[in-house]
């Protein structure tokens, strides 16, 4: 059973704290994606993941792939209260298919102005 | 493009009782997907169809539970004889073949009493 475990499960911050949340799993995953959700809404895709080392940056968020393709690490810099939300990771087996992503445990970020 | 539609948003249900959820997806997605979410968890993966064929069923996929895609279009989950258990947000999501890129619905919110 593949299963994706992330830490910290829970993260309480000051608006322009830096951060970072982690994504392990003993499998290989073929991509990976990172979906930050809101209370009351489905999960909404920030990234996608595919080449093992890979580096991808939305804005102050840097997302990063591991060498090995079983673990990814999501960093913000200078929280803001916009990114409060649950934060989760999900991997695929098959590249660039998305059948039966599994879901990582989550992250919920509060950052406090 | 109006993004995937659940209906309802929530449902209370005694046990013992049937429900129905339905889901729209984007006009031109051919994969769509259920999810359920329990709180503090991540989505688990329930089954997905690629237009009107259900091509996987998880085994957390009691025989309670049946999903439809009659026209390759819109989308049915029904729960038979409803369990306290059954409580949670029912997700649906849909992808292009082309992308692989899910996009949620707002989900459903099942309370079972």
């Given at each position: 059973?593949?299963?994706?475990?992330?830490?910290?499960?829970f993260?309480?911050?000051?608006?322009?704290?830096?951060?970072?949340v982690?994504?392990?799993?003993?499998?290989?995953?073929s991509s990976?994606?990172?979906?930050?959700?809101?209370?009351?809404?489905?999960?909404?895709?920030?990234?996608?993941?595919?080449?093992?080392?890979?580096?991808?940056?939305?804005?102050?968020l840097?997302?990063q792939?591991?060498?090995?393709?079983?673990?990814?690490?999501?960093?913000?810099?200078?929280?803001?209260?916009?990114?409060?939300?649950?934060?989760?990771?999900?991997?695929?087996?098959?590249?660039?298919?998305?059948?039966?992503?599994?879901?990582?445990?989550?992250?919920?970020?509060?950052?406090?102005? | 493009?109006?993004?995937?539609?659940q209906?309802?948003?929530?449902?209370?249900?005694?046990?013992?009782?049937?429900?129905?959820?339905?889901?729209?997806?984007?006009?031109?997605?051919n994969?769509?997907?259920?999810?359920?979410?329990?709180?503090?968890?991540?989505?688990e993966?329930?089954?997905?169809?690629?237009?009107?064929?259900?091509?996987?069923?998880?085994?957390?996929?009691?025989?309670?539970?049946?999903?439809?895609?009659?026209?390759?279009?819109?989308?049915?989950?029904?729960?038979?004889?409803?369990?306290?258990?059954?409580?949670?947000?029912?997700?649906?999501?849909?992808?292009?073949?082309?992308?692989?890129?899910?996009?949620?619905?707002?989900?459903?919110?099942?309370?079972?009493?």
């Amino acid at each position: 059973t593949q299963l994706l475990e992330q830490s910290p499960q829970f993260l309480s911050i000051q608006e322009g704290e830096n951060l970072t949340v982690y994504c392990n799993s003993s499998s290989v995953f073929s991509s990976l994606q990172w979906y930050r959700q809101e209370p009351g809404e489905g999960p909404v895709l920030l990234v996608t993941v595919v080449t093992g080392g890979e580096v991808k940056k939305l804005k102050r968020l840097t997302f990063q792939f591991g060498d090995a393709r079983k673990d990814s690490s999501l960093h913000i810099t200078a929280a803001q209260p916009g990114d409060t939300g649950l934060y989760l990771c999900a991997g695929a087996s098959r590249s660039y298919n998305t059948d039966k992503l599994i879901f990582g445990t989550g992250t919920r970020l509060q950052v406090f102005p | 493009d109006t993004g995937v539609s659940q209906d309802p948003r929530h449902k209370i249900t005694k046990r013992g009782q049937n429900v129905t959820f339905r889901c729209d997806p984007i006009s031109e997605h051919n994969r769509l997907y259920w999810y359920r979410q329990t709180l503090g968890q991540g989505p688990e993966f329930l089954t997905y169809f690629q237009n009107e064929a259900q091509l996987e069923k998880s085994r957390l996929l009691s025989d309670r539970f049946s999903a439809e895609r009659p026209k390759g279009s819109f989308s049915t989950l029904e729960i038979q004889r409803t369990e306290q258990g059954d409580s949670a947000m029912y997700l649906c999501a849909s992808s292009s073949l082309s992308t692989g890129k899910l996009f949620f619905g707002s989900g459903t919110q099942l309370s079972v009493l």
